[in-house]
């Protein structure tokens, strides 16, 4: 492999490993609080149809990208509601926003736009469009670094490099202040939390809040940038890898970053079959490439990748009274 | 400030003595009424000792002034203020600090994050923990609470989880201290340790509020003592006024003994022979420090004791739910301890029957019927069997309808779910079941908790019928007077181990109750009073 | 909070919750600007205005009653198996494998051995997920989610690469001798008779041969077989020591424990039965109806399972039921998309309703009900 | 009333179905008259679709894609009355009219083209689903690459082996992009719906495509080259016309009788020059009189021309 090739991979990894990325940092907040959310594929698709929608219908990308975090912070909200003021099942609601996120989707895109689903094409400003970074021209010729700073770190959309800069600012939130202390006490003992003077409720609707905010920008992500449009189930399961991302990263922002890059490299490897064959010297199918994250996800989940242990009292409502 | 205004106020209003004013406060859950109409008055400086039964709402109580629970009606008054108590971070800002039964620690955070947790100041974390590192520091060294800021709480002791409770407190700078059993789950040296630094608390002027089952710690500790009995406030007396005999009395209530007709002993070849028995809990603390005892048949073995001294551990181990290291044979044969056969279902099988404890979350399921729960246990038993495939649930049923007759249990409607018989029905259900499998050896754990007196007196009547059928039986309980009537033979278990046997026609309540307290040397007369 | 009375428990409950996802996606019909009222007339129209409507919507509930008492069962276990899709999948592996490449005598002789390999590659894809939930503690939702795709993976490359016929461009397998094909409900004595097609004139309508002409459906035996397990599925959990102590264990552990059962061969036992369920549905659609495996063969009917089992209240009857009832919303929805312009994916949305209102805002429904009846005390009181 | 069933991509995909529905829609214009239409969701509906359809008395009944074959095989006896159509499929029933097209004819020209237009020398292909069918388009458009530069590179990838693969624009814009790292300058799309994302990363990255089936020149003026019609539209149009008395057997639709070709228009006036146009004229005259026969990769399963 060249190193063309390699830096084609990993343009590539990074664009298909952005809305996992997203996706598996909203994740992390909820489930960091407790609360387990298996509806990240439904958020977001949700936010990939109100955004492509509202960017189709106003050419305003920005406007889209709003209404697809309001879209997705709906579906958050709901299952914040089912989950911690009725004290539901986290997971069944889940699994029932991602069928409603599943077809209403449709519904929606269908009435406005009468082209089976989909949106229309999305040009110009209704567009996330590559940004190139600063001296990504002038650097170019310079051996190695060049190439790498102008064909892999420059020339993503905005989104991208949020998605990237959420990174150590989550950590930040998470380690070095109050908001990310309580947030971690809340996902591993609510008592604590509570007899500390501090409202679970309020942490834990706060925590959802923010998963469905960069569940939003995920679904922003792939409709407005990564394609120019909404298409059903454009999301294909990408929810349910960053759920599987982290797992893998036991639910800790750079681990994410790492988990979500590997995983975004794989599905960028998938579609270099000659690559692999390259590197390999054997022709590997690419549904195994496909079904590799899942595979390492269960390993990881058995203990076999060091032990995954979830936040304590991930999954459980908080009753004080029975 | 808060305090400030809290203060102001207080000018205007009659200057309290007391820290704490509990005036008439009742809490049910659902049909549980842990609280009735409760009154309470702690003086400012002072040491209050509460003493009750389980279950008597000592912790609820507590968390209602805490602010953990709301409570139902009543009154709290805070150095003379009313004040309203809506949710912990109020009972925090009226200077209250409070030590729960089970602690409320972030396993995986370290020390300094849990004392910071919710008392943090500003956004980003570095300055509070700075600060607190600081703090931390001056207090431990002046209490003598020394714990490493930096190490995770799982990999504490549980001595030093509590220091960090009590920190949590002090750091929240707490003029109200409530500890909730306490010295349950310590070492005596660690215990020792917490009353040292309780005087000094005390010595700066600190009010606290002490639950504990333990006589010896209320008199050697406290300045005021008040007794809880199902949910009711039954009595408060200067600690200096009274003697454990006195609060025995009072915790217990003047119960009149139950006279159980009873015959001698006959006692027939060992049937349980126990040696060295051990058991972890998941925190890797023994919670059975190597107990040795043989039970005969037709002789009642009692154990006496406070609860959660290890006779919870005791009973699993022995009935197969919990693994164990030591010895246990069953008429010669050895029972294994763990591993494959060590569970319930070998244990029956064996000869040996079980009434737990807890018979809400042992005993019965409480979502099954009747039925189903009189064969819990034994539904693989042969005459529950309408062929190799099949239960014969009829015969499950036509037999749970005599064992209801048998029993008296009420109503006598087999189909009833469990969660809807009263909690002497529910006793009554697994009773029977027990009892009517005819087993060896019966384990019974605490067999009249919660049922009333004439229930009480029925099974009473059982056990000694089963023993006079040449039954071995191990009877643990908290209640003094039953074990008094009803067994052949005593022993009182303190801190996983038992502290010597005890005939039951020459000991008596009170030498009972000084060895359940730890106190071995029951010679002196006033054994047990502060040094 | 105060108790239901048991029949409102049983019955209001799943109909109240209904009864709100209907009226939700009724809003959002309106809100797209289509009818609900013809939205209804026509599903009821499709699915049970006719025979052949009535053959579609029991084909349906068929499979959807097979995937029903999968989670129903490793739910009385206290296990959430959201694996149904993968095991029915491998499921249809299973039937692919025994009718392509085993001699089969007669189709009677073929319908049990497939469906002992429907089972039985079902309960293996259950098994690894239960295995490593009863020795390790991994949460069985994920690993069963993790199974679904590896399953989708599997299935892509053994259908495209080795089961797939030289020739072909669909990643299909073979179609299945045709002697294995199973009596659909048109071909089966008595019951073919309300399968009759009749001509304008009223006349039942011949063939050119002379032979009356039923309307081909697509339901057929196995839709028997389905009703056998609900009652077998019944049978064990309220029959048999197994079913007793899988319900003693999903319902309250640590009594479980005392009582001495064990909770690895709970756990082990409730998911390879609930995988083997799962998989049988695949004698449904795939030896049944498409008498090939295709790729993605189950077609989201062991997610409908969750929903058909939350409805049907985890009883077997009630599973039926439920079935039946997406049934008529899988045909219904059909028919939606056939004959008006509401995208067929209207049913999608009805279904994560229902799961949402019966299983997370369950506790919310209830305490709206328990608000009508105190009222209705109280105004009796008065 | 006649009806048409759209395959997996859907009626909208700008490409294959949608040249179906436009045929339609001219026969609808044309004749006033109405039709039924049915868009498939999942493989499972397929028979079901047809027998409501057939049920309802819909006459003739067309369905584009090779999927429908098996199906229709099992349906078409029971309704000997009624006339179906398929597109790209043999189905040897008495009631059957099967369409299928020389799509290597069409992709041969436009390979002329996409040779002539790239300057890298190295061209790309991105196919939907891996069938032979669609290796045919490939193969075809690689020896029309190869007829001007023997030398060219030609990099082929498909977007996947299920029907999914009709409708994955990411995936297919992924692998566009990863051909264009490799030097391609020219992008044929062969994936229906998926080919949108092939268009749209050309778009993105400023090289050129080809589209597919219907005239895609518009999508993006100025970065498709052309588009390799294949005339879907007419064979449901045609279909369509003759109604009930659909003339059953095989119809085969190459260059010769219009059935495949490209796509010249405004937007795409700019970019092919004079030279190229009577390139590819030249050959499209050829194939016509038969004195060049273009590689069909169905007939033998192989392309000497390039490797997949
Ligand atoms: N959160 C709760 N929900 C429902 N019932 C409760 C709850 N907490 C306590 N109870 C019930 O209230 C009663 C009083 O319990 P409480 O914990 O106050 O007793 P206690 O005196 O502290 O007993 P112990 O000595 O065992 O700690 C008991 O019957 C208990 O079961
Ligand atoms: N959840 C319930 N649903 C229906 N009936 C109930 C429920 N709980 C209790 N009951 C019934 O109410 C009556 C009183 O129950 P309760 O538990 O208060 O009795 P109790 O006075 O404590 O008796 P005991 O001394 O036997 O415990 C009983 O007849 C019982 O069957
Ligand atoms: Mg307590
Ligand atoms: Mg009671």
């Not at chain 2, 039964?101 to 849990?114: A, G, P, S």
């Not at chain 3, 016929?165 to 089966?188: I, K, N, Q, W, Y």
């Not at chain 4, 749209?200 to 090289?207: C, K, L, N, P």
Request: with cysteine.
């Amino acid at each position: 492999m060249d190193y063309a090739t390699l830096l084609q991979i990993l343009d590539s990894t990074i664009r298909l490993g952005t809305p996992l990325l997203l996706a598996c940092l909203a994740g992390l907040y909820s489930e960091r609080s407790g609360i387990f959310d298996i509806g990240l594929e439904g958020k977001m698709l949700a936010a990939a149809m109100a955004s492509g929608a509202v960017a189709a219908l106003t050419g305003n990308v920005w406007l889209g990208l709003l209404a697809g975090i309001a879209a997705s912070m709906i579906f958050a909200l709901i299952h914040g509601l089912a989950s911690i003021t009725f004290r539901g099942n986290q997971l069944i609601s889940g699994v029932a926003l991602n069928f409603v996120a599943s077809g209403i989707t449709v519904l929606i895109a269908q009435s406005l736009f009468g082209q089976g689903g989909r949106t229309p094409p999305l040009e110009g400003a209704a567009r996330f469009n590559p940004i190139t970074l600063p001296f990504a021209e002038q650097v170019q010729g310079v051996p190695v670094i060049g190439p790498l700073y102008y064909e892999v770190i420059s020339g993503h959309p905005i989104l991208a490099y949020i998605a990237f800069l959420a990174v150590p600012v989550t950590w930040w939130l998470l380690y070095r202040t109050r908001f990310g202390l309580r947030l971690r006490a809340v996902g591993e003992n609510p008592a604590a939390v509570d007899t500390a003077g501090i409202s679970v409720t309020g942490l834990r609707y706060a925590a959802v809040a923010i998963t469905g905010l960069l569940c939003g920008i995920a679904g922003a992500y792939m409709a407005t940038a990564l394609q120019a449009g909404f298409g059903r189930e454009m999301t294909a399961g990408r929810g349910y890898i960053a759920l599987a991302a982290l797992i893998f990263a036991k639910w800790r922002p750079w681990q994410a970053l790492m988990a979500t890059m590997l995983f975004g490299l794989f599905q960028a490897l998938a579609l270099r079959p000659d690559v692999i064959e390259g590197i390999a010297g054997i022709k590997i199918p690419s549904a195994a490439l496909d079904a590799l994250p899942y595979v390492l996800t269960v390993l990881a989940l058995a203990g076999f990748v060091g032990k995954a242990t979830p936040p304590r009292a991930g999954g459980e409502p908080y009753v004080k009274e029975r | 400030m808060v305090e400030k205004t809290d203060v102001g106020r207080q000018a205007t209003a009659a200057p309290s003595s007391y820290a704490i004013e509990l005036k008439g406060i009742s809490k049910a859950f659902g049909p549980v009424q842990a609280n009735r109409d409760i009154n309470i008055a702690v003086p400012r400086g002072t040491i209050h000792g509460i003493i009750g039964e389980n279950g008597a709402g000592k912790s609820t109580l507590m968390s209602i002034l805490y602010g953990f629970y709301k409570a139902d009606a009543g009154e709290i008054l805070i150095n003379g203020t009313p004040t309203t108590i809506p949710d912990s971070q109020s009972a925090i800002r009226a200077g209250i600090g409070m030590v729960f039964q089970h602690f409320k620690l972030v396993q995986n955070f370290t020390v300094l994050e849990n004392i910071v947790l919710g008392a943090e100041e500003g956004f980003a974390l570095n300055t509070s923990l700075s600060k607190a590192r600081k703090a931390l520091a001056d207090l431990s060294h002046e209490y003598e609470l020394n714990v490493d800021p930096d190490a995770i709480i799982e990999d504490l002791s549980v001595g030093h989880q509590q220091r960090v409770e009590i920190l949590k407190a002090l750091y929240r700078q707490a003029e109200i201290l409530i500890l909730d059993e306490p010295t349950g789950v310590l070492t005596p040296a660690e215990a020792d340790h917490l009353f040292r630094i309780l005087a000094s608390l005390k010595a700066q002027g600190k009010t606290i509020i002490l639950i504990t089952h333990k006589l010896r710690e209320i008199m050697e500790a406290t300045d005021h003592v008040s007794v809880m009995r199902r949910g009711t406030m039954v009595a408060t007396v200067k600690t200096t006024d009274s003697s454990p005999e006195q609060l025995a009395e009072l915790m217990v209530g003047r119960k009149v003994l139950l006279d159980v007709a009873k015959g001698p002993a006959n006692p027939g070849p060992v049937v349980l022979s126990v040696e060295n028995l051990r058991v972890q809990d998941e925190q890797k603390v023994e919670r059975l420090k190597g107990v040795s005892f043989e039970i005969r048949a037709g002789e009642v073995l009692g154990i006496a004791g406070v609860a959660g001294n290890g006779q919870s551990e005791l009973l699993a181990a022995l009935g197969g739910i919990q693994k164990a290291t030591g010895s246990v044979t069953l008429k010669g044969q050895p029972l294994p301890l763990s591993g494959p056969g060590a569970d319930g279902r070998t244990r029956r099988e064996a000869g040996m029957g079980h009434i737990p404890e807890d018979r809400q979350l042992l005993g019965l399921i409480m979502d099954f019927t009747a039925w189903e729960n009189s064969a819990l246990g034994y539904h693989n038993a042969a005459k529950y069997q309408k062929n190799l495939l099949l239960m014969d649930n009829t015969a499950i049923r036509a037999d749970t309808e005599a064992k209801m007759a048998t029993f008296d249990v009420r109503p006598p409607i087999p189909s009833l779910a469990a969660k809807n018989f009263s909690g002497g029905n529910q006793q009554k259900i697994v009773v029977a079941r027990e009892i009517e499998s005819n087993p060896d050896i019966l384990l019974i754990g605490q067999p009249t908790r919660g049922v009333d007196i004439g229930a009480i007196e029925f099974i009473h009547k059982q056990i000694i019928a089963l023993r006079d059928a040449g039954k071995a039986i191990l009877l643990v309980s908290v209640e003094l007077d039953e074990i008094l009537s009803l067994s052949d033979r005593i022993a009182v278990m303190f801190d996983g181990q038992l502290m010597g046997f005890r005939d039951p026609e020459t000991t008596n309540e009170r030498e009972l109750g000084l060895l359940m307290a730890g106190v071995t040397d029951t010679s002196k007369p006033d054994a047990g009073k502060a040094a | 909070m105060a108790k239901l009375p048991r029949w409102a428990d049983l019955a209001l409950v799943p109909l109240i919750s209904l009864v709100l996802a209907a009226l939700v996606s009724a809003i959002v019909l309106v809100l797209i600007g289509q009818s609900p009222m013809q939205a209804l007339s026509v599903m009821v129209d499709g699915a049970l205005g006719s025979a052949s409507g009535w053959g579609y919507t029991l084909y349906y509930a068929t499979s959807f009653i097979f995937t029903g008492l999968g989670v129903t069962i490793a739910f009385h276990a206290g296990l959430f198996n959201i694996g149904g899709e993968g095991q029915a999948q491998l499921g249809g592996l299973g039937v692919a494998l025994a009718c392509l490449f085993l001699p089969w005598p007669h189709w009677t002789v073929a319908l049990v051995g497939a469906s002992l390999a429907a089972a039985l590659f079902g309960a293996a894809w259950a098994a690894i997920p239960a295995w490593l939930q009863a020795k390790r503690g991994s949460h069985i939702v994920i690993t069963t989610i993790m199974f679904n795709y590896i399953a989708a993976a599997l299935l892509i490359y053994i259908l495209g690469e080795i089961l797939r016929p030289v020739g072909s461009m669909d990643p299909a397998s073979a179609r299945f001798p045709a002697e294995l094909g199973l009596p659909h409900f048109h071909e089966m004595p008595i019951l073919r008779d309300f399968f009759l097609k009749y001509g304008p004139d009223g006349a039942v309508k011949l063939s050119a041969q002379g032979l009356p002409v039923y309307s081909r459906v697509p339901a057929n035996i196995t839709f028997f077989l389905s009703l056998i397990a609900a009652f077998g599925v019944w049978v064990l959990l309220w029959h048999t020591r197994l079913g007793y102590e899988m319900r003693a264990f999903g319902k309250q552990e640590k009594a479980a424990r005392y009582a001495g059962i064990s909770a690895f061969k709970i756990i082990m036992v409730a998911m390879l039965l609930s995988g083997a369920l799962s998989g049988l549905m695949a004698i449904n659609n795939v030896m049944g109806q498409a008498e090939r495996l295709l790729q993605n063969s189950a077609e989201g009917a062991g997610f409908i399972g969750i929903a058909v089992a939350l409805m049907g209240r985890n009883h077997p009857l009630g599973v039926v039921l439920a079935a039946v009832l997406f049934g008529f919303l899988y045909q219904g929805g059909a028919a939606l998309g056939l004959n008006t312009s509401i995208p067929i994916e209207l049913r999608t949305v009805v279904q994560g309703l229902v799961i949402l209102f019966t299983g997370a805002l369950d506790y919310m429904v209830r305490i709206m009900l328990t608000w009508v009846f105190s009222l209705r005390q109280t105004e009796r009181a008065a | 009333e006649p009806a048409l069933i759209f395959d997996l991509g859907g009626k909208f995909d700008k490409s294959f179905n949608e040249a179906a529905f436009n045929g339609a829609e001219k026969w609808a214009k044309e004749t006033g008259g109405t039709y039924k239409e049915l868009e498939m969701q999942s493989e499972a509906q397929r028979e079901q679709a047809l027998r409501q359809l057939a049920e309802s008395g819909a006459n003739p009944i067309v369905m584009t894609g090779f999927a429908f074959g098996d199906v229709l095989n099992t349906v078409a006896p029971d309704y000997p009355d009624t006339k179906f159509a398929i597109i790209d499929m043999v189905v040897e029933q008495p009631n059957v009219k099967s369409v299928v097209f020389k799509e290597e004819e069409g992709s041969y020209l436009v390979g002329i083209m996409a040779a002539k237009a790239s300057k890298t020398g190295t061209v790309g292909f991105v196919g939907g689903m891996d069938i032979p069918l669609i290796r045919k388009f490939g193969c075809g458009f690689a020896e029309g690459v190869k007829s001007v530069n023997p030398d060219a590179k030609i990099i082929a990838g498909f977007t996947g082996t299920t029907p999914a693969a009709w409708n994955d624009p990411v995936k297919a814009a992924e692998i566009a992009k990863g051909e264009k790292a490799q030097g391609a300058d020219v992008i044929f799309a062969a994936a229906g719906q998926s080919g949108l994302g092939v268009l749209q990363a050309a778009a993105d990255e400023g090289i050129l495509s080809v589209g597919v089936d219907s005239n895609q020149n518009h999508l993006h003026p100025g970065s498709v080259l052309t588009s390799m019609l294949k005339r879907v539209d007419v064979a449901v149009y045609d279909a369509f016309k003759e109604g009930e008395n659909l003339t059953p057997g095989i119809n085969v639709l190459g260059l010769a009788n219009e059935g495949v070709g490209y796509a010249m228009d405004e937007n795409n006036e700019k970019l092919v020059t004079p030279e190229m146009k009577e390139a590819v004229d030249a050959a499209a005259g050829k194939i016509k009189s038969g004195e060049l026969v273009v590689h069909d990769y169905m007939a033998d399963n192989t392309c000497p021309a390039v490797a997949f």
